[in-house]
């Protein structure tokens, strides 16, 4: 569903008067159907920041190391600079040597921020150039290559977005269409509490939890197990 049909379910399933929308641009200020596209894109948001590592906020990035260079910020990367950038995901990086192609690709593992620091930011490993091997997020959510590339690499991996708002009418939430319908319960609680309609409340919370639970147990890692402890 997109922004216009969300908010057209959450106002049938509230039993608001009146037809169903045929747009919600321009809609006056404090008005009830105002009040319900400004709830459902609320929540939207709301959604997306639950959880950092939903699969719907995953996208690829790539770019090129310059021989010499070991720092790279996500707003510079070339040939693409990252959108809406706000975190890598830490266990996707591979690089291979530009001039040699797929069949020299390898992962390239992440090491903390302090202990890396303490490697390949100290003394001459500041300046030695090697094959990166491991990389690091600095604090400013830099990337830091160790070592420093000694040639081009093509660095790929993935990245989460930051949330993303609805406007227009066809703005379309990047979870599955099949929970979209988990917007419409949550309108219905904002709607339940504005209204102090109790039904439509405890309807919205119970299929909201309903809802949320699907989406988590389909949008997020699975658990595994951890490193044997001897």
């Known amino acids: 569903?997109?922004?216009?049909?969300?908010?057209?379910?959450?106002?049938?399933?509230?039993?608001?008067?009146?037809?169903?929308?045929?747009?919600?641009?321009?809609?006056?200020?404090?008005?009830?159907?105002?009040?319900?596209?400004?709830?459902?894109?609320?929540?939207?948001?709301?959604?997306?920041?639950?959880?950092?590592?939903?699969?719907?906020?995953?996208?690829?990035?790539?770019?090129?190391?310059?021989?010499g260079q070991n720092q790279y910020i996500a707003g510079s990367l070339a040939p693409t600079p990252l959108t809406n950038f706000k975190s890598f995901k830490r266990d996707s990086l591979r690089?291979?040597?530009?001039?040699?192609?797929?069949?020299?690709?390898?992962?390239?593992?992440?090491?903390?921020?302090?202990?890396?620091?303490?490697?390949?930011?100290?003394?001459?490993?500041?300046?030695?150039?090697?094959?990166?091997?491991?990389?690091?997020?600095?604090?400013?959510?830099?990337?830091?290559?160790?070592?420093?590339?000694?040639?081009?690499?093509?660095?790929?991996?993935?990245?989460?977005?930051g949330p993303v708002t609805l406007s227009a009418d066809a703005d379309t939430p990047s979870m599955p269409a099949r929970y979209h319908q988990l917007l419409v319960f949550k309108t219905m609680m904002r709607y339940g509490a504005e209204r102090a309609a109790a039904e439509a409340y405890q309807e919205g919370e119970q299929m909201s939890k309903d809802w949320m639970f699907r989406l988590e147990v389909n949008q997020l890692p699975k658990p595994g197990f951890g490193d044997p402890l001897a």
């Open 1 to 67: 569903m997109n922004l216009l049909e969300i908010v057209n379910k959450a106002r049938e399933k509230c039993s608001v008067t009146g037809g169903a929308l045929s747009t919600v641009q321009g809609l006056t200020f404090g008005t009830e159907s105002y009040r319900f596209r400004e709830w459902v894109i609320d929540e939207w948001v709301k959604v997306q920041e639950t959880h950092e590592d939903w699969r719907f906020l995953r996208q690829p990035f790539s770019f090129n190391t310059v021989a």
């Open 95 to 161: 690089a291979y040597r530009a001039s040699a192609g797929f069949s020299d690709e390898q992962l390239v593992n992440f090491q903390p921020w302090d202990s890396f620091r303490n490697l390949y930011l100290y003394g001459v490993m500041r300046t030695t150039q090697q094959r990166p091997v491991l990389f690091t997020v600095a604090p400013d959510e830099s990337i830091y290559l160790g070592a420093v590339p000694d040639d081009v690499y093509t660095v790929n991996g993935e990245y989460y977005t």
